[in-house]
């Protein structure tokens, strides 16, 4: 296994467009995690999932956002309505249910918003 | 909710001297976990070194250690023998081991390694 693949590594977009992220876990892993890094900050937790059942979602993640992951396998996270403010670092984790230690993060997604 | 609070936002060390990367946390739970990670220019977040709360010794991996200070509530990252490919940002990270196991970061310390 070649670890958490993101895709893609950078989006530029215009403000309004949509766009959508993908990220692949490590096949095992059960628990897939979505969370936003901006300049100067560390990530932010936005949602997770387990297996296909979406657990819990932060505040930060408004309306325009949307995630998924259908089969309990790879998942998409969708933002709507771009914003210059949207515009960050995305990372996609991966994690096996009670294996602290596999907590394993992707290259992540860096988007720019113009 | 957990915070993490890393005070120091750029540290120099010089080639082969050690480093001390400072962390304090604060969370209510009694079992939790903590994470420091490498973050290069490059993006992504690479695992360094992880302390369950109820680790009785502190964790090393290689050139990491963590001084973990329970009553304290600190968890600073010591690395030895700095090498040039150190330099990077630096972020600490609790984890509560009960829950959803989402990540709380702080803001990071980058790292530069000098001559």
Known sequence: DTGVSQDPRHKITKRGQNVTFRCDPISEHNRLYWYRQTLGQGPEFLTYFQNEAQLEKSRLLSDRFSAERPKGSFSTLEIQRTEQGDSAMYLCASSLLGALLDYTFGSGTRLTVV | ?115
């Open chain 2, 1 to 115: 909710a957990q915070k993490i609070t890393q005070t120091q936002p750029g540290m120099f060390v010089q080639e082969k001297e050690a480093v001390t990367l400072d962390c304090t946390y604060d969370t209510s739970d009694p079992s939790y976990g903590l994470f420091w990670y490498k973050q290069p220019s490059s993006g992504e977040m690479i695992f360094l070194i992880y302390q369950g709360s109820y680790d009785q010794q502190n964790a090393t991996e290689g050139r990491y250690s963590l001084n973990f200070q329970k009553a304290r509530k600190s968890a600073n990252l010591v690395i030895s023998a700095s090498q040039l490919g150190d330099s990077a940002m630096y972020f600490c990270a609790v984890i509560l081991t009960g829950g959803g196991n989402k990540l709380t970061f702080g803001t990071g310390t980058q790292l530069k390694v000098e001559l």
